[in-house]
């Protein structure tokens, strides 16, 4: 009976840690992928928010952005630091802008027990508020 430990986990090691190891690894990968793309994502929206729209706020109509400066300026934010993610969708309502992104990324060591593609997604919205109004004092 002696070597039964050996044989024991010359079985356990390649058909269950190894494995475990791999998915680890991986939720690890897509963990810092999603906060990138949530990184990305957020910079586009506070860039598309400055956009704002001079001519209204010219003619007295307040505060608002420019809907095709704000869809420029977040795809280039994209295009610039995740050229992999797709922008989805920017809707602009008076002040605020929601931005959503998806990007797809290929599984490197979980491909052989699955699917061989995760969809990440990431949805922020930013806001144009006033900021300066005059020395506090």
């Known amino acids: 009976m002696r070597g039964q430990a050996l044989v024991f986990f ?6 269950v840690l190894l494995p ?5 690894t991986e939720a690890g990968f897509l963990a810092a992928r999603q906060a990138h793309l949530s990184e990305v994502t957020a910079q586009a929206a506070l860039d598309a928010a400055q956009q704002l729209d001079s001519a209204a706020l010219r003619a007295g109509a307040g505060w608002r952005i420019d809907q095709a400066a704000a869809r420029a300026a977040a795809a280039h934010d994209f295009a610039e ?3 992999s993610a ?3 969708e920017l809707t602009v309502d008076a002040a605020q802008v929601t931005v959503s992104a998806h990007e797809v990324v290929a599984l490197q060591l979980s491909a052989f027990l699955g699917p061989r593609f995760a969809t990440l997604r990431a949805r922020i919205a930013a806001r144009l508020t006033p900021g300066y109004s005059g020395p506090a004092s």
């Not at 475990?20 to 680890?24: C, Q, R």
């Open 81 to 83: 630091q995740e050229p």
């Open 86 to 88: 797709v922008l989805d």
């Open 20 to 24: 475990v190891a791999a998915y680890a």
């Open 10 to 15: 010359a079985l356990v090691l390649p058909l």
